[in-house]
Antibody, heavy 119, light 111 residues
Framework: QVQLVESGGGLVKPGGSLRLSCEAS????????MNWIRQAPGKGLEWVSD????????NYAESVKGRFTISRDNAKNALYLQMNSLRAEDTAVYYC????????????WGKGTTVIVSS | QSVLTQPPSVSGAPGQRVTISCTGS?????????VHWYQQFPGTAPKLLIF???NRPSGVPDRFSGSKSGTSASLAITGLQAEDEADYYC???????????FGGGTKLTVL
């Protein structure tokens, strides 16, 4: 069945780095733009970044611009998020999601991976 | 502060109709960008409920409907059921921010 599975979350110290992965199964991601969305504990949804199907463009929320980098490998059917200079406020559950059109809406979501930034 | 404004909470008795508003501005909803809605139960990932202002994905009951007018949008739920108790989020695109924007979320309580 159509599925997205995130991994790579964990506990990291402020200033540290982490790389999240999102692996797709049951479909090929090459036809979709892909998004990362996060949710801090007890808070609402916050869009983080997206990338086009061919990787020709990517966008970032102001809160992560210059620190996070989104990438994808269509051959591996995978999406990534490199997170550097992590801050306490980056603590959240990170979801990846597909977007069938632009501007996007998210039609398939993963279950999320938890990132905790704490000393 | 979210770019799209939703009431923090709404409530209704089983069988009733409730609406959740989503208010934006001239750079997002008012600029003609579509509004989408998601349903989220505690500890789980959001699920697409309405896309393109008023379209329901396969499997979503027709008790859920969406509308949009001017700089606002609404989600209506008729025949409220206990299983509808969840958080609901609206989402659009903002041209000033060049990115996706979400509402702050609305917690629906079924009395």
């Amino acid at each position: 069945q159509v599925q997205l599975v995130e991994s790579g979350g964990g506990l990291v110290k402020p200033g540290g780095s982490l790389r999240l992965s999102c692996e797709a199964s049951g479909f090929t991601i090459s036809g979709y733009s892909m998004n990362w969305i996060r949710q801090a504990p007890g808070k609402g949804l916050e869009w983080v970044s997206d990338i086009s199907g061919s990787s020709s463009y990517s966008n970032y929320a102001e809160s992560v611009k210059g620190r996070f980098t989104i990438s994808r490998d269509n051959a591996k059917n995978a999406l990534y998020l490199q997170m550097n200079s992590l801050r306490a406020e980056d603590t959240a559950v990170y979801y990846c999601a597909t977007a069938p059109i632009l501007p996007p809406y998210m039609d398939v979501w993963g279950k999320g991976t938890t990132v905790i930034v704490s000393s | 502060q979210s770019v799209l404004t939703q009431p923090p909470s709404v409530s209704g008795a089983p069988g009733q109709r409730v609406t959740i508003s989503c208010t934006g501005s001239s750079s997002n909803i008012g600029a003609g960008y579509d509004v989408h809605w998601y349903q989220q139960f505690p500890g789980t990932a959001p699920k697409l409920l309405i896309f393109g202002n008023r379209n329901r994905p396969s499997g979503v009951p027709d008790r859920f409907s969406g509308s949009k007018s001017g700089t606002s949008a609404s989600l209506a739920i008729t025949g409220l059921q206990a299983e509808d108790e969840a958080d609901y989020y609206c989402q659009s695109y903002d041209s000033s921010l060049s990115g996706v924007v979400f509402g702050g979320g609305t917690k629906l309580t079924v009395l």
